[in-house]
């Protein structure tokens, strides 16, 4: 209890002390380096020496005689670094891990995002919520390629505050001159990025010097050590001076008499009185309450969660975004924005990723790789896929459109996430560069004759039979047989067949996956055309990967999209081989053979599953025409005119 | 009017407005996102500071999800009765589980020790909460300060079908855009709590004045010494061993779990700026009061990737 002892403040004095801390500020702050650079080192000083001027501050409060360093702090520092170097050693992935530690002024939230593999991603992570970036240097190595990595990764990510962090000073002799050489050198090459601060400090994490303790051993640097600098680095008041931006999260309705929209507010202010616009729809209003539980408040600013009723009933729900209404956001379904792949399998253009924007969620394709950034160079380069740990700038297309800002306005309303629609991993991070205003000025022409209109006067309910399954499965003979008896009974039809496709539309793609999701994602845009056009469109396709048939389902849409599996073994299609195909994919002559080098997925629940081993292709058609009957596809004429069945 | 905008724009939020921001936001979320959440009430401190802004985040109207408390029945007495009372006093709904079949079997913490107990009673029970209600979401009031596996948590945990965690597989965070896509079956847990530090959840609790079961106050309560722990006799349900007194200390509860795994502390801190002028001066770390931690063969992470919250 001796410890107990040493401290005497009064209860009284620890509550005035701990209110006064209610004031304290938050820094949240990533660290970048590589494993030789220090960085466990530095962090485990932070946090050791920190908890010791916290209690010394605190012992201070009645009694000014203790002291730090008594303690043996190499030993009790390399603890703390140990603690992270045995997880490593057993084989535990600590890819993004968050360590705290507070001073008298303010609280810090580190991201530590070890590890060189999944470098992008992690400090990607970690850099999306920090304030600002501690960039660490060998003093003996000096500017190394990942230094301009992690800068270029932070300044995509909107951090405008870096510390270099100018390390193993020691082992240089404490040298101002290498000092200088480096700090001048990365001056130099920051100035492209736009840092609003940028700190150059030479340090010995291992010794502690100038990390929280002013160095006895170089007089000759004047700035501030790195804590001094973390504590009073002026930080965050960008949000605060942008136009107001509001993302509806939840509609607060506890009875008829009060409608609330509760969120956080993204940037700018709110005062009663202010007219806002619900960004989308362009409806305005004026804030009449700000709703809290201990009253309302005359305003609120960025970063506060708060609850705000307006004077009119307009149409709001979850996902809209209000905002200042003279100053109003982005609303388009086109954007060009830096893409940041986080997936084992790689993004292609045309599939359909969901995209988690503030508080809304669409779905969202890639139209257009613009170029990739080689991280190390920064050199742009084409690409027709994104793979794990890529960054690229690309051209997005979302199913309806969303209001956001640039991310360089504002990292709350400017970025987003992609999320796999199968796995439902998140599989990328996206920050908007800008709108696209193709789609602001490309409307809709509506036209006088529409699907249904159509549709009458061909006295047919329209649909797309979609027939799926591997090569030599027996997808086209069916598809030839079923459109045979359509026509037989006088329906209008059409058949869009791989290989026929390929020779025209589609000429000019190949075989690898990231053609394949084009070359599928066109002929269900061509499906939907012909739906349009009110007829009963056959598609044969091998169309071997389930994102991409639900992205045709979701084109076409679900009533009229009926997915058809020939489920025919692969060994069955080997042995028929019509084409001689599977002789030459399994003779190597062939690249990307689906079944052999190139997966299928087979569908979970088609709307019908075709068995045709040993059975005549006709009563397998039966099969089709009999589920299109029964499930009122092939309604009479007549009834159509009424509109029944549609 | 002007005035206050240039103020206000000069001005950041403090630490303590700002996690409450966070979290108040993530608790948002996850009842926006999902068909069916819950909030495990566990009756400490982290709970209800996480109820507190559960009950913030949705004002005027209440949290639409109840809370759930899974209940080993070798709780303190005290903090059953503080449960009950908080639920009537917020008006709240409030579910209670334990496993029937651990207590058909007469699973305790004496008979059977920490490691078979918590796992049957706690996190076999949790699971079977999850699992016969189908919640598709669970918030709990862990922190990432609190040990090393919690640092690398997510705030949207994602949890397969059989409730268990794979901390090498977890989706990137970015920002505060959480992902809440779940197929059937499989389940998030969240964790508004995650940046707030002990530090932070005292600050809290003194500044919004929030109620706390009286254990955590020092105050002169029956307690034996056994394995170096300072247990206290809360029920007669525990056993005098041979050797064993029941002395009357003053003593109080760093952290609330079942009685016969809690160890008091020596403490004369019966108000709240003299459990923070003792917890601000204390070397140790909070969960070295909790015996389920001392077993080698049950570390945090093993008993997270097997559902434990």
Known sequence: MSDTETITASAETVTDYILAQEEKDQLRFLTCGSVDDGKSTLIGRLLFDTKLIFEDQLAALEKDSRRHGTVGEEMDLALLVDGLEAEREQGITIDVAYRFFATDKRKFIVADTPGHEQYTRNMATGASTADLAVLLVDARHGLMVQTRRHAYIASLLGIRHVVLAINKIDLVDFSQERFEEIRQEFAAFATGFDFETLEAIPMSARYGDNVTIRSEKMDWFEGPTLLEHLETVQIGIHELNQPFRFPVQWVNRPNLDFRGYSGTIAAGTVSIGDELVVAASGKTSKVQEIVTPVGNQPSAAAGEAVTITLEDEIDISRGDLLATSGSRPDVADQMAAHLIWMNDAPLFPGRSYLMKIGTKTVTATVTEIKHKINVNTFEQVAGKQIDLNEIAFCNLSLSAPVAFDPYEANRTTGSFILIDRLTNATVGAGMVWFALRRATNIHWQAMHVDKQARATNLGQRPAVLWFTGLSGSGKSTIASIVERKLHLEGRHTYTLDGDNVRHGLNRDLGFADVDRVENIRRVGEVSKLFVDAGLITLVSFISPFRAERDLAREMVGSDEFIEIFVDTPIEECKKRDPKGLYAKAEAGEIKNFTGIDSPYEAPVNPELRLSNVGRDPEEVAEEVIEYLRANNYLVPPASIADGAGI | ?309
């Open chain 2, 1 to 309: 009017m002007d005035t206050t905008h240039t103020d206000l724009s000069s001005d950041r939020l403090s630490n303590l407005r700002r996690l409450e921001a966070e979290s108040i936001h993530i608790i948002r979320e996850v009842a926006a996102e999902f068909r069916n959440p819950v909030m495990l009430y566990s009756i400490g401190k982290d709970s209800s500071v996480m109820l507190h802004l559960a009950m913030k985040a949705f004002y005027p109207s209440k949290p639409p999800f109840p809370l759930m408390h899974v209940d080993t029945t070798w709780k303190f007495r005290d903090m059953i009765k503080f449960r009950d009372e908080t639920v009537e006093r917020l008006g709240l709904d409030l579910i209670v589980h334990s496993n029937p079949e651990g207590l058909e079997k007469g699973i305790n913490p004496f008979d059977h020790g920490s490691s078979v107990h918590t796992h049957i009673m706690k996190t076999e029970a949790l699971k079977q909460a999850l699992t016969k209600y189908g919640f598709d979401a669970a918030f709990g009031g862990a922190r990432r300060d609190e040990e090393k596996s919690r640092a690398k948590e997510r705030v949207f945990s994602f949890r397969n079908t059989n409730h268990g965690w794979d901390p090498k597989n977890q989706r990137p965070e970015l920002w505060n855009l959480y992902n809440g896509r779940v197929s059937k079956g499989e389940s998030i847990r969240a964790f508004p709590l995650s940046n707030w530090t002990e530090l932070d959840i005292w600050q809290y609790i003194l500044t919004e004045n929030i109620p706390m079961v009286p254990l955590y106050f020092a105050a002169p309560r029956p307690v034996v010494e056994r394995d170096g722990m300072l247990i206290m006799v809360d029920d007669d349900r525990m056993t005098i061993l041979p050797g064993e007194t029941v002395e009357e200390k003053l003593v109080r509860f760093r952290t609330l779990g079942c009685y016969p795994l809690t160890g008091a502390i020596e403490s004369d801190a019966d108000t709240l700026p003299k459990i923070v002028r003792e917890m601000l001066i204390a070397r140790t770390s909070e969960r070295s009061g909790r015996l389920i931690d001392h077993d080698d063969s049950a570390s945090m992470e093993k008993k997270k990737r097997e559902g434990y919250f």
